[in-house]
């Protein structure tokens, strides 16, 4: 909700590429929540635990991925029926190792690596386990935005993908 009229950014999408899966980010209220699913928004996230939001795309049969730092808002999200736990601002806060280290009294929780994830450390995250990564600037710089460069955003998308599949691999042959 930070990109001026990400409303109408996530109707114009939704509508025109019927395939995507489009979701509304950095949702702090209800309000806006619900007018993220009328414009065709299929998940919900936010930087934090914003209870109000979870319990609406839990009633509204949405996707939701609230944003938490502590093991104390892991369990929280978890237990409140987050879909997955969004750790932001994860490289901020110790990277990959604060993921591992999450990861070892939450084995049954999907984590979501976001804040500070890039194509150095997206594999790193993957191993340490995350489920996914949230990526932001570092995916869709602004001035490929601003420039109209297409497809620019789609090598950096396909680099990200090669880097998690790697990364998976990796994973299961361990």
Known sequence: MTTPGAIDVIADVAKSYPDMIVGGGTV??????RRCVDAGASFLTSPGLVMEVVEFALKSEVVVFPGVLTASEV??????????????PCAQVGGDSYIRALKVPFPQVPLIASGGVNQRTAAKFILAGACALGIGTEL???????????AWIHELARRYLKIVKDARAQKKGS
């Open 140 to 150: 869709i710089p602004e001035e490929a935005v601003m420039r109209r460069r297409e």
């Open 75 to 88: 369990i929280m999200a978890w237990k409140a029926g987050s879909d997955l736990v969004k750790i932001f």
């Open 28 to 33: 702090l209220d209800q309000e806006t929540a």
